[in-house]
């Protein structure tokens, strides 16, 4: 019996380091965190567990295409492209002039 052939071009494996794998599993079970954020984390999880992007894909009810856009930035620049809190918790807040 032969075997299915996939098509395209092969996915290059997401491999994490253990305090990787840790940061983005706190990621994914945070309630305080932006819903986009946990949702991204949850995908990469999904993806280091060799869940396909068309499985990953379906179950966010996204596209193939975003999917495999998040791999590639966390394969290119790890968590440093996933920021540990919402940019809007990170600005500066002025004192106001009475102070």
């Known amino acids: 019996m032969p ?3 996939r098509r395209g071009r092969p996915r290059v494996p997401l491999t994490l380091a253990p305090p990787e794998r ?11 965190l932006p819903a986009g954020l946990v949702r991204r ?3 990469l999880l999904l993806s280091a567990d060799g869940v396909t ?3 990953i894909a379906e179950r966010f009810a996204t596209s193939v295409s975003l ?6 930035r966390y394969r290119g620049q790890g968590c440093a492209r996933t920021p540990k809190f ?4 990170n600005r500066q807040i002025p004192a106001p ?3």
């Not at 999917?67 to 590639?72: A, D, I, K």
């Open 22 to 32: 840790a940061e983005l599993e706190s990621f994914a079970r945070s309630r305080a």
């Open 97 to 99: 002039d009475w102070w």
């Open 53 to 55: 992007n068309t499985a």
């Open 41 to 43: 984390a949850q995908m």
């Open 67 to 72: 999917v495999s856009l998040w791999r590639r």
């Open 3 to 5: 075997t299915q052939s």
């Open 86 to 89: 919402p940019h809007f918790l």
